[in-house]
């Protein structure tokens, strides 16, 4: 059985600034994402999370080779897209990594620097590369956001679960699955089953995205406007989620089951700038084009509309 996260939902999990708000109450996100030869998934995230009201956005580049094709490093791009984005380490209340890195490329210092985080005290967004990372459960490791799409929620299957994911379960559905067919009640048994075994919040992206907590609860958000499937729309999600969690890290500390809330209202407000920027707000199929940038500059308008 699964609830549906409404707009209404959301507009109650969006953290308004108050007069006694400063940029570090406001929540500080830290991001470790991007790389070598995907810079712009650092400059989409940190561009998705200003947007969303972090107070401060911190960005920590990984140890990495040099750029190809003459492009410029991830720290670079984002400096350059957001100079009022700071740099190097200090005091974060949430983090995101893995946007726009791959995991055959991480160096070992790269992966024992990600592991600290991932048993640290503030919470992780996990995403893309660094999915492959996450620990099992134990008392010292901090909570957990994972945000796979289908192909990644396929591999974390197989290496938590050491088995393949079962047909009936594809994560990946045809598409009266997501919409509700007979596939859709597997495909929520599945998340709910890995977010179980992981003992880890689990958002898994699609037309229909499904969060699924440790504890059982599982929420579902859309259908989302179908302009949303470009590239790089994802990495604009991973970043709103980031600063939507950075600005209540101490809710999250000492209740992980509010990460299932929190990861559906990332969802709506990502649909909600999508069709914004598509110019269909019902999403009825009409609209244009857009691209993730797209995205991630109509987060205001699209938060504006929903509180
Ligand atoms: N601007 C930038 O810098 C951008 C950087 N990006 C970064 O690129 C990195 C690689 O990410 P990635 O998702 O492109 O590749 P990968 O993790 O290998 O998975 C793809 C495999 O999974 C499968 N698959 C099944 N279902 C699927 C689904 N719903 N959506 C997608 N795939 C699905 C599919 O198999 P198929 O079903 O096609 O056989 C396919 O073989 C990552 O770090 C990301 O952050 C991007 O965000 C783009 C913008
Ligand atoms: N058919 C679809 N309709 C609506 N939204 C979609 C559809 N397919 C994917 N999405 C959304 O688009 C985003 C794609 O994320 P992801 O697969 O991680 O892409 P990338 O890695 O290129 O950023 C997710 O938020 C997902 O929910």
């Not at 009201?53 to 140890?63: D, F, S, T």
């Not at 094709?69 to 983090?95: N, Q, S």
């Not at 210092?109 to 099992?136: F, I, K, N, T």
């Amino acid at each position: 059985m699964t609830e549906h996260w409404t707009r209404e939902h959301a507009a109650e999990r969006l953290r308004r600034p108050g007069a006694h708000d400063d940029k570090y109450r406001r929540g500080v996100l830290g991001l470790r994402t991007g790389s070598a030869r995907y810079p712009g998934a650092a400059v989409l995230g940190a561009s998705a999370a200003w947007r969303t009201g972090a107070g401060m956005v911190r960005y920590l580049p990984g140890h990495d080779e040099d750029p190809p094709y003459g492009l410029p490093a991830p720290a670079a791009a984002v400096l350059a897209a957001h100079p009022e984005t700071v740099f190097g380490p200090g005091r974060c209340d949430a983090w995101v990594i893995g946007s726009g890195t791959d995991p055959a490329a991480r160096s070992a210092l790269e992966q024992s620097e990600l592991l600290e985080l991932l048993h640290g005290s503030a919470p992780v967004v996990v995403d893309a590369g660094a999915l492959d990372l996450v620990p099992r459960p134990s008392a010292d490791r901090a909570p957990l956001i994972l945000t796979p799409h289908a192909g990644e929620f396929e591999r974390l299957w197989e290496r938590t679960m050491r088995a393949p994911l079962p047909r009936e379960w594809v994560a990946r559905p045809p598409a009266d699955a997501e919409a509700g067919g007979n596939g859709a009640a597997a495909r929520q048994e599945a998340a709910r089953r890995l977010a179980e075994r992981l003992d880890a919040t689990l958002l898994l992206k699609g037309s229909l995205t499904l969060i699924a907590s440790p504890g059982g609860r599982v929420l579902s958000c859309g259908p989302a406007t179908p302009w949303l499937a470009s590239a790089g729309t994802g990495d604009v999600l991973a970043g709103i989620l980031g600063a939507l969690v950075a600005a209540r890290s101490a809710e999250v500390r000492d209740d992980r089951e509010s990460l299932g809330p929190l990861g559906a209202t990332a969802a709506v407000l990502h649909d909600a700038a999508a069709r914004t920027a598509s110019g269909d707000p019902a999403a009825t199929a009409a609209g244009r084009p857009i691209t993730a940038g797209d995205v991630a500059q109509a987060i205001p308008a699209a938060w504006r509309a929903l509180v």
